[in-house]
């Protein structure tokens, strides 16, 4: 809960509240206000929930002097084309993700969560400083688990994300502090080449 966000903060810690939040406007945007008010630096919403929706969750930042970066989940990394069929959407992924980073562009979003297969093709068209968080990051010879479109930290950041997620693979190394630092010390390679 908000003990653990503002303990982490006081170790200096920037916090990404990944709640997703998804409910009717008026709900997300109290949700998102409250989160604002911890001084977390990015926060989320499902961008499923529609304009309306985000605009609130928007326009609940507008009194806050440190606001947070408020980016919208698009299509969660774990769905694939039959699990969007079972929800009524005859597409592909990335053509999802493309209508919804639309959407939440055009609503005045930050960015939006994405894989980094759909990174690839939004870093092109969306505009400049227009977020690219891609979960679903795993290092080579891990185990994907439930996730469906993974990508090394590398092959995301190459393919256009500005932002990586890494759950698992730190948090079930057998040694997450040498894997995390492992992670970062590749990417200072790869952007030096």
């Known amino acids: 809960g908000p003990s653990i966000v503002l303990a982490l903060q006081d170790l200096g810690f920037e916090?990404?509240?990944d709640l997703k939040f998804h409910d009717i406007p008026n709900t997300v945007g109290r949700a998102v206000a409250a989160a604002a008010e911890l001084?977390?630096?990015?926060?989320?919403?499902?961008?499923?929930?529609?304009?309306?929706?985000?605009s609130a969750a928007r326009d609940a930042l507008s009194g806050f002097t440190k606001r947070p970066y408020?980016?919208?989940?698009?299509?969660?990394?774990?769905m694939q084309r039959d699990d969007l069929a079972e929800l009524g959407?005859?597409?592909?992924?990335i053509d999802r993700v493309r209508e919804l980073?639309?959407?939440?562009?055009?609503?005045?979003?930050?960015?939006?969560?994405?894989?980094?297969?759909?990174?690839?093709?939004?870093?092109?068209?969306?505009?400049p400083g227009f977020l690219l968080v891609t979960p679903g990051i795993r290092q080579a010879g891990d185990d994907a688990g439930d996730q469906r479109r993974?990508?090394?930290?590398?092959?995301?950041?190459?393919?256009?994300?500005?932002h990586l997620v890494v759950g698992r693979s730190i948090t079930q190394a057998h040694n997450p502090a040498t894997t995390a630092t492992?992670?970062?010390?590749s990417l200072s390679i790869n952007a030096s080449r």
Not at 113 to 123: D, H, R, T, W
């Open 182 to 185: 492992q992670i970062v010390e």
């Open 70 to 78: 408020l980016i919208a989940v698009t299509v969660l990394t774990s």
């Open 89 to 93: 959407w005859d597409a592909e992924p």
């Open 15 to 17: 916090i990404f509240l």
């Open 101 to 127: 980073a639309a959407l939440a562009e055009k609503v005045g979003l930050d960015g939006v969560v994405c894989s980094a297969a759909e990174a690839a093709l939004l870093s092109q068209h969306q505009r």
């Open 39 to 54: 001084g977390v630096w990015m926060l989320n919403v499902h961008a499923s929930g529609g304009s309306r929706m985000m």
């Open 150 to 162: 993974v990508f090394t930290p590398s092959g995301a950041m190459e393919a256009g994300a500005t």
